[in-house]
């Protein structure tokens, strides 16, 4: 099983095998703008959920990026580190911030699909 | 956007651009178009850029005896400034602090300024408040004012306004821009070559839209202006210079004219005159970062563990592909190559004194 969902914090929450990948959503990284630094957690860190456990900067300014699950991260996107754009580029793909062991799998469930994420973009615009 | 902005009157050629607005002094305004900052600090840097700064505040200051008066309130040689010629001077309190920093050039009829808009309120009243009879203050709310900024400016101006390309940095002309009506100096806030033009309220979009026709030139927010700025090393009023810094500690000390330092005689003169005596307890300083994290403002410096200045800009300077940052730090800790520490989300980064501009002005003398 593979899915993505997303929270209200306009993070995507990747999951596949057990493994959840976390990044910010193409709105995000649009309503941001060009980004030019990042700070992400170190693997091997326990994250709550809602936590702010990374940090994004644009030439304007500095915004938290929170775990959309509690768990254990994993690995973090060293290539990220090096070049923030990869988020602006990318935003789903390349451009991921940190993999997690979720604590919880079913809690996946809870975030929104893709339809309900637009919606509520939408909503919020 | 929100209830009570004011608008310049580019606002409908902004939107039609793509710009996105946000609220700043009181009106709303470009903060990047859909190029996005960096592409926009770029092309000023690499070609030409129009910015919009129509929310400055513009004001001729009438009568004779104008630039008497205007010394009386300034360190700057206005007196001695050459018709058709441009000076950048600070609007001074008693104690030597600054109420805004200014640029005023030399009209045949009057005295022509340029304010920052979240001041001009204040100046005009401190103004008023100050001058003798016979000098009036003339706010100018019904014109425009664009900035054409970058290494080819001077080569669209050739084509659209042969005598602005010809002057020289803060030199001032009064000209047809593509056929308008302009004041136009060549200054800017970016750093690089460029002109700043004065226009009618009517006539600004068809300016604006005959400088963004030519084929060196792109629109730039103020997302981009700021970035430039930092780069260049410039003061932003609010940031890094404001009624609580002097301007012997903000590093203006060559504002205060040689002339001017003879009598003092200018509000807040003999305050600068005794902090220059004494030396400044703080300094204005460059600051690089070293990784990459940016210290934004109100971020805190220390040496050797202790607290000693804060950070007034800070961001990240797409032309070095790193972090900058000016702030206050107490003056034994001024020097360029001084060893600092930034407290950055709780961890100490450490960064070095460096001198500014992190970016070598290209004005054209």
């Known amino acids: 099983m593979s899915e993505t969902r997303f929270t209200r914090d306009h993070e995507w929450v990747h999951l596949d ?17 060009d980004l030019v630094f990042v700070e992400l957690p170190a693997a091997g860190r326990e994250v709550a959920a809602a936590e702010a456990c990374a940090v994004v900067e644009s030439v304007k300014a500095a915004s938290d990026v929170y775990a959309p699950l509690a768990g254990k991260v994993t690995e973090n996107n060293a290539a990220l580190a090096e070049n923030p754009a990869l988020a602006n580029q990318d935003a789903e793909g390349a451009g991921w911030f940190f993999r997690m062991v979720p604590a919880d799998p079913a809690a996946f469930a809870s975030l929104m699909d893709r339809a309900a994420y637009d919606a509520f973009v939408a909503e919020s615009a | ?26 009106y709303a305004m470009p903060v990047q178009y859909p190029a996005g900052i960096i ?8 070609s030409a850029a129009l910015f919009d700064v129509s929310h400055m505040g513009q004001a001729k200051l009438v009568g004779a005896g104008a630039a008497a008066a205007l010394e009386a309130l300034v360190p700057g040689d206005i007196l001695g400034l050459k018709p058709f010629r441009q000076r950048y001077t600070l609007l ?61 400016a ?13 002057l020289a940095f803060m030199g001032v002309a009064e000209t047809r821009v593509a056929g308008h009506a302009c004041l136009v100096s060549r200054s800017g806030y970016t750093g690089e070559d460029g002109f700043e033009i004065s226009v009618e309220a009517d006539a600004a979009e068809g300016l604006a839209r005959a400088l963004l026709a030519e084929p060196e030139v792109g629109p730039a927010g103020l997302g981009a202006r700021d970035s430039l700025r930092l780069e260049a090393g410039l003061c932003l009023w609010g940031n890094d210079i404001d009624e609580t810094t002097n301007a012997i500690e ?77 702030g206050y730090v107490e003056s034994g800790h001024a020097e360029i190559g001084t060893s600092l520490a930034l407290a950055v989300r709780g961890q100490l980064l450490p960064a070095r004194v460096a001198a500014m501009p992190f970016v070598p002005h290209r004005y054209i003398r």
Request: charge should be positive.
């Open chain 2, 1 to 26: 956007m929100s209830e009570n902005l004011l608008s310049t009157p580019l606002e409908a050629l902004h939107r039609s651009l793509g710009a996105r607005m946000v609220p700043f002094a009181g």
């Open chain 2, 250 to 326: 903000a590093g203006l000390v060559w504002t205060i004219a040689k002339r001017r330092r003879a009598g003092w005689d200018f509000l807040g003169g003999a305050a600068l005159r005794d902090i220059l005596a004494s030396g400044p307890a703080r300094q204005r300083i460059g600051i690089l970062p070293e990784g990459r994290a940016p210290a934004r403002a109100g971020t805190e410096i220390l040496a050797n563990g202790t607290k000693v200045g804060t950070v007034t800009s800070g961001g990240f300077a797409p032309t070095l592909g790193a972090p900058v940052a000016m």
């Open chain 2, 39 to 46: 592409a926009e600090h770029n092309q000023t840097r690499q």
């Open chain 2, 154 to 166: 001077a080569a669209v101006m050739a084509r659209l306004a042969p005598e602005a390309a010809a």
């Open chain 2, 92 to 152: 001074t309190t008693a104690s030597g602090t600054i109420i805004d920093d200014l640029m005023v050039a030399c009209l045949p009829e009057a005295l022509f300024l340029v304010v920052n808009a979240s001041r001009k309120a204040v100046d005009f009243a401190h103004m008023a408040a100050h001058l003798p009879a016979g000098v009036t203050l003339a706010p100018m709310p019904d014109r425009a004012l664009l900035a054409l900024q970058g290494p080819k």
């Open chain 1, 17 to 33: 095998g057990g493994i959840a990948t976390v990044g910010i959503t193409v709105h995000a990284q649009e309503a941001l703008g």
